[in-house]
């Protein structure tokens, strides 16, 4: 049996915290609080935001698409052990976080979601945007996927096979977008120009070059 | 629990609210409770299950109103005081408590590049055998834990296929409430849309749920 855990004794005996209407100072004076007891670090809290706000984000995924599009072997790598094809780049480590990789083609469209909660492949593509932390992605895109996907843009043809993957344990998902036509001239670097973050969630395709706009 | 973050299968929550050009935090106080939360993460008081909890026990109302960072803020706070990092006094006060010597932060600056603060730890490498073979129908056991649990709604009670055996992971059930880690295998289990949602869906579209043990059965 899946235990009834005492969610009752755990929690009904605090009170929830109140979420004031201007988080700013709370937040101010609990850093300073945090930080006089020696909780945390304040250069360590610049270098994290430093990290997500300048390092992490979906420049990482996008040269991880880049690499299996032009090197068939790395994509097969890829396609079979992501964690590790991956960790090659640079970009996350085997001990790290586990990841898939899936791959669109003309006939199969991935998505990923987290109906949960938030569960977003912070190494390849950094933090999630607000829509995709959201009720209306999240509530909706398992039920009509095809519906969400035409408000993103994306209107896919009904022999399309659409596979939505909802992150519910800790392995975090990444889309290979189809690579676009018109592209094999291109060099990896030029390839990872055009990968956009939505098309490695998987609610856009990757534009041809020139095409403006995310779909 | 059945709580209001187990959306998935609802409906009338409105567009997809898409912000062109969006930037990672919308406001400074945004990045200061992130960091702060892994920050004082690294104090190994708490896993993130128990966190998730936190913004699962939200009262409903206030967890569709408040935003993404709020949800931390309050999750933060709770974890901080329940785990033993602050007392709610020092929280009200603002003040640390007197008489006590000031402790080291596990995390400094020098660490972040080379520890990627986001790893999440929950695999774990011990023999515990598979009750399910890649290929078997399975069902979602119709199930409904009042505390923490990641078999959603939409899933209990329907038919799949497991695709893929991920190997061993901790239990989110247990671990969330500080009961053990339960290690046990998790699956990729493929729905059929139909099978979740009737007729009206594509016959060829799927959904994929990663499952633990402990919430599938023979089907």
């Known amino acids: 049996m899946t235990p009834n855990v005492a969610h009752g004794q755990e929690h009904h005996d605090h009170e929830h915290q109140a979420v004031p209407s201007d988080p700013t100072l709370r937040v101010k004076a609990l850093e300073s609080l945090l930080v006089e007891k020696g909780i945390v670090d304040r250069n360590a809290l610049d270098a994290l935001v430093d990290t997500y706000e300048n390092k992490i984000g979906p420049r990482n995924g996008a040269r991880v698409v880049a690499r299996a599009w032009a ?22 480590s085997k001990q790290g976080d586990r990841m898939l990789v899936v791959e669109n083609t003309p006939k199969v469209h991935n998505v990923i979601v987290c109906t949960l909660c938030s569960c977003y492949p912070w190494p390849v593509l950094g933090l999630p945007p607000v829509w995709y932390k959201s009720a209306p992605y999240r509530s909706r895109v398992v039920i009509d996927p095809r519906g969400v996907l035409r408000e993103f843009g994306l209107d896919l043809a009904e022999d399309v096979e659409v596979r939505v993957w909802d992150s519910t344990a800790e392995l975090r998902y990444l889309v290979l977008p189809e690579r676009p036509a018109g592209t094999e001239n291109l060099n990896e670097e030029k390839l990872a120009a055009l990968v956009t973050r939505d098309a490695m969630v998987g609610v856009a395709k990757v534009a041809p070059p020139q095409a403006e706009g995310r779909s | ?14 567009p997809i609210q898409y912000e062109k050009n969006e930037p990672v935090f919308h406001a400074r106080w945004e990045s200061r409770v992130f960091a702060m939360f892994i920050a004082a993460g690294a104090w190994g008081r708490w896993n993130l299950d128990a966190f998730r909890h936190t913004r699962e026990v939200l009262p409903p109302a206030d967890y569709l109103r408040v ?58 490498d011990v023999g515990v055998l598979p009750r399910f073979q890649v290929g078997q129908r399975v069902r979602a056991r119709n199930i409904h834990p009042t505390g923490h649990t990641r078999l959603p709604r939409y899933a209990r009670g329907k038919v799949g296929t497991v695709y893929l055996d991920h190997g061993v992971y901790v239990f989110p059930d247990t671990n969330a409430h500080f009961l053990g880690e339960k290690p046990q295998h998790v699956y990729s289990v493929r729905f059929a849309a139909r099978e979740l949602w009737g007729a009206e869906a594509a016959p060829q579209d799927s959904v994929y749920v990663d499952a633990w043990d402990d919430y599938l059965e023979p089907a």
């Open chain 2, 1 to 14: 629990m059945n709580g209001i973050h187990d959306m998935g299968g609802m409906q009338d929550m409105g």
């Open chain 1, 71 to 92: 090197d068939p072997r790395y994509k097969a790598r890829l396609l079979a052990d992501a964690t590790s094809a991956i960790a090659e780049l640079g970009y996350s």
């Open chain 2, 67 to 124: 935003s993404y960072y709020e949800q931390w803020l309050s999750g933060l706070l709770d974890l901080l005081v329940r785990r033993g990092l602050l007392t709610a006094h020092e929280i009200a006060s603002g003040v640390p408590r007197p008489g006590e010597p000031k402790a080291s932060p596990p995390l400094t600056a020098d660490k972040i590049p080379a520890t990627l603060p986001n790893r999440i730890h929950a695999h774990r």
